[in-house]
């Protein structure tokens, strides 16, 4: 979303407000290690948006046999990042906040309705930058 942010915030004139289920400090550390964004970064540590937006919790046998998977075949070069700063945020997070959770992309109007949504089924499946895209050209 970063490497496409230009486009959807400026030249579509959509606000993107990423919402992670972690606490502010360990949203903070992520933000030092992998950042900067060109957005805010939201923490929602309770996970109410997530529960409210009916966003679910994956099966920690499958995801961690998709990990597994993913490495075995190539698919995963590096479960932790090599860098020690980024290593110890991708520790801290597994240890603190929920990994199992999984994310998706949400399309509000100006009158804050929903129009358009994507709920991952699981940790790959995200909504693809041209179908967000799309729907973005479809709103308006």
């Known amino acids: 979303m970063r490497e496409n942010a230009h486009i959807i915030q400026e030249d579509k004139g959509v606000k ?10 360990l949203l903070s550390s992520f933000d030092e290690a992998y950042g900067p964004y060109p957005f805010l970064l939201y923490a929602d540590p309770e996970k109410d948006v ?7 919790n994956m099966n920690k046998v499958k995801l961690l046999s998709k990990a ?27 240890q603190k906040s929920d990994i199992y ?17 994507h709920v ?3 940790p790959e499946k995200h909504a693809d930058v041209s179908e967000i895209l799309r729907a973005i050209d479809q709103m308006f």
Do not use: C, Y
């Open 101 to 117: 959770i999984q994310g998706g992309t949400w399309l509000f109007d100006n009158n804050q309705q929903l129009k358009w949504k």
């Open 68 to 94: 597994a998977v993913g490495v075995i075949t190539g698919q995963v070069k590096h479960l932790l990042p090599k860098n020690p700063e980024k290593k110890k945020v991708v520790k801290t997070s597994m």
């Open 50 to 56: 997530f529960k409210g937006f009916g966003h679910r």
């Open 16 to 25: 993107i407000v990423p919402v992670f289920p972690a606490l502010v400090s």
């Open 120 to 122: 991952d089924k699981s």
